[in-house]
């Protein structure tokens, strides 16, 4: 499958701690998204990294990218209770192709 | 710019019933794809249509269709309803297969009884 997989499946924390999630997939990738999922919503876009990219930041979001293991992680730092969704990696692939993990569930609680 | 947009929002259908979603994309994106959310599965991909051509399509039994009109936008059937189809349906628009940044609809929530 060429689905990346998102670990771990659930995680709480308290506001003001760091969340990590990560990702792996299988197969070689062009580039690497994390989205957002609020209850029941649709996905909001949040970061792409590329395969020639180590690491991204944007505002209290920070990503890397590992290609020699086929892995990335999301970094969310000082959370906040709005940061309470789950949060998808999806990878993309030469042919233009998506396809996104099952989602960690992270919950900050305040 | 209007966001994408599905309806109807919500849906109950009982088993053997068929069902007809709708999404229009974001203006100027030509490409959609659905997906079917699940609790234990995640999203899975069911298809993707460019320029009204299905250009890829998921692991779905054909009871799964779907299609593109010549204004983008996109509909996808489901026939002889199964339990299991309960889900919820996401569209997503992007301009074209080769842009990476989907924009995603509220999803369509299905439940069949």
């Known amino acids: 499958s060429q689905q990346g997989e998102e670990d771990p499946q659930a995680l709480s924390i308290q506001e003001g701690e760091n969340a990590t999630m990560n990702c792996s997939y299988k197969?070689?990738?062009?580039?690497l998204q994390w989205y957002r999922q609020n209850s029941g919503r649709g996905l909001v876009h949040l970061i792409l990294?590329?395969?020639?990219?180590r690491e991204k930041h944007s505002g209290r979001l920070r990503v890397t990218l590992d290609t020699s293991k086929k892995s990335s992680s999301l970094l969310i730092t000082a959370s906040r209770a709005a940061d309470t969704a789950s949060y998808f990696c999806?990878?993309?692939?030469?042919?233009?192709?998506?396809?996104f993990g099952a989602g960690t569930r992270l919950t900050v609680k305040p | 710019k209007a966001g994408v947009t599905q309806t109807p929002r919500y849906l109950i259908k009982t088993r053997g019933q068929q069902v007809t979603l709708s999404c229009s994309p974001i203006?100027?994106?030509?490409?959609v794809s659905w997906y079917q959310q699940t609790p234990g599965q995640g999203l899975q991909f069911l298809f993707e249509?460019?320029?009204?051509?299905?250009?890829n399509k998921g692991n779905f039994p054909g009871r799964f269709s779907g299609r593109q009109f010549s204004n983008s936008r996109s509909e996808m059937n489901v026939s002889t309803l199964e339990l299991g189809d309960s889900a919820l349906y996401l569209c997503a628009s992007r301009r074209e297969p080769s842009y990476n940044e989907q924009f995603f609809g509220p999803g369509t929530r299905l439940t069949v009884l």
């Open positions: 999806a990878t993309g692939y030469n042919n233009n192709d998506m396809r």
């Open positions: 203006s100027g994106h030509r490409s």
């Open positions: 197969t070689s990738i062009n580039n």
């Open positions: 249509y460019f320029s009204e051509t299905q250009r």
């Open positions: 990294i590329r395969s020639n990219e």
